[in-house]
């Protein structure tokens, strides 16, 4: 590594600094300017001693501010580069790992990861990454005295730990002599390129290795947001596992049939089990990745997946769970906590494509999905009526707007699934749940802070949380999901 080598020319190891007491901080007075006393370039040795919940190992400096290090796992000792200095906080990158934590693997699958930092837990032990996602869980309970009591399960794990994305959305960048195609570096525009992720299911993998290939023999030309010319913007890559068949989008500036198609060819060539290919055309200057318009190059125009018993045919703009196995895990919890016996009407909340509601329909009496992606809902009706499905009714539009509806309505709804954002929901959504008094709330969260608040906010409307399982969806990074039941309080 560069770096390395310019330390090791320089004949001196940076001396390690006593830490100051944790929480201290510098005193800034009205009149007196402070200024920190490490710099832009310096190279120091640290402590890491604690992650922060983007993954970051920290220390705290000398003059208390925090340091945050890409890479870095508590209780490491390394060599830092300050990359950036901001409000009380810098940044660093590592340049040697000169005493490793007993938190870290001797074998972890990626030897990039520090660099790369798209999955920043891949260094440390599996068994560390679960206790401490559990930690963090237990962490955002503890800010909230409402929350006291509630049982926060070991988590669930997937059947794979790495390959088990069947979705990467990548960015194309360069040039088509020596195209990049991957993620963005954190809080930078610059690319990452990805060589054989080990994230990425490996179909994935052979399917980025073709279009890279393709881009050079056939010199299709590499889109540049600086002189917005050029034609290949991203890669969007999906794979139905069960099926072991993949979809290829390529997203471009404009229309373009000719490149797109002789691309297309050379990479189905290569990849016989591509059964879906297609050109999406984005023109925005946004970070939207794929635009409104899709032009298909086969005549197949979905993949089939299978979660479980469920049948789920996905189109290129659908959003679907990216693990499997993962998704099954959360579906399956939801059901058992359902209690459902056969007469139930179920709330289906942000439902998406259908997922929940399709596997929760064959012990209900009627479940209902709302949406407020029209696409969404197209998908889920079709999904319904390929899994025979005739007691679901999806509706798109605004969930406050569609919930005040129901109530109006006088519907009934005795088990409620809430499946937000990460955002969490909007309080007027959760006056309205709670107006429609299910027995049962099962709240779905992909954020622990975002789901603490809500569940304080349900207890207040009479919603107690007894209990959370928390699903490792994505190993290696710090996401975690977490699926909490929820039971209506009756005053006597």
């Known amino acids: 590594m560069k770096d390395e080598r310019e330390i090791k020319r320089g004949g001196k190891r940076p001396v390690k600094q006593p830490a100051s007491p944790r929480g201290t901080a510098p005193v800034v007075s009205k009149d007196t300017r402070w200024t920190p006393q490490i710099k832009r370039n310096a190279v120091m040795e640290f402590a890491i001693t604690a992650l922060d919940e983007d993954g970051y190992g920290t220390a705290r400096t ?49 030897t990039e990861s520090a660099d790369c930092l798209g999955c920043p837990l891949i260094a440390m032990k599996y068994r560390e990454q679960t206790a401490w996602k559990r930690g963090m869980i237990l962490a955002e309970l503890a ?53 054989q992720c080990p994230l990425h299911h490996p179909l994935i993998n052979r399917v980025v290795e073709a279009v890279r290939l393709g881009i050079v023999k056939l010199k299709v030309p590499v889109y540049n947001p600086h002189s917005k010319m050029g034609l290949l913007r991203y890669l969007v890559v999906r794979v139905s596992a069960h099926e072991r068949k993949a979809m290829v989008v390529f997203v471009t500036a404009q229309r373009s049939y000719n490149e797109v198609h002789h691309l297309g060819r050379f990479v189905q060539g290569m990849i016989p089990e591509i059964e879906v290919m297609a050109q999406n055309v984005n023109a925005s200057e946004g970070n939207v990745i794929l635009g409104q318009k899709d032009y298909f190059l086969t ?57 929940i509601a399709l596997f929760l329909a064959d012990q209900a009496a009627q479940v209902i999905g709302i949406e407020v992606v029209e696409e969404a809902v197209a998908d889920a009706r079709r999904n319904a009526k390929l899994n025979g499905r005739k007691n679901c009714r999806f509706e798109a539009g605004d969930a406050a707007e569609l919930l005040e509806d129901l109530a109006e309505e006088g519907q009934s709804i005795d088990v409620a699934v809430l499946n937000p954002p990460r955002k969490g929901c909007a309080p007027d959504v959760l006056d309205t749940v709670a107006g429609l008094a299910p027995s049962r709330i099962i709240y779905v969260s992909c954020y622990p802070q975002s789901l603490a608040r809500d569940l304080v906010a349900l207890k207040s409307r009479g919603y107690h949380c007894r209990e959370i399982q928390p699903v490792d969806m994505f190993p290696q990074t710090v996401h975690v999901e977490n699926v909490a039941l929820l039971e209506r309080q009756v005053t006597p």
């Open 62 to 110: 000398d003059d208390g501010m925090t340091l945050r290090v890409g890479g870095a796992l508590p209780s490491d000792v390394v060599l830092v580069r300050i990359d950036q200095i901001s409000r009380g906080t810098a940044y660093g990158h590592m340049l040697k790992l000169l005493t490793p934590s007993p938190l870290r693997s001797k074998r972890p699958p990626c």
């Open 299 to 355: 005549p197949q125009h979905y993949l089939t997946e299978r979660i479980g018993d469920v049948a789920f045919q996905v189109s290129p703009r659908s959003f679907f769970q990216v693990n499997n196995s993962g998704a099954r895990l959360i579906y399956e919890q939801v059901k058992r906590w359902a209690g459902l016996g056969g007469g139930e009407n179920v709330l289906d909340l942000y439902c998406g494509i259908g997922g």
């Open 143 to 195: 800010k909230h005295s409402e929350l006291a009591g509630i049982t926060v399960h070991p988590l669930l794990s997937p059947e794979n730990l790495i390959h088990y994305r069947t979705t990467a959305k990548l960015t194309i960048a360069g040039k088509w002599s020596d195209p990049f195609i991957g993620i963005y570096r954190r809080a930078s525009h610059d690319v990452y390129d990805l060589d």
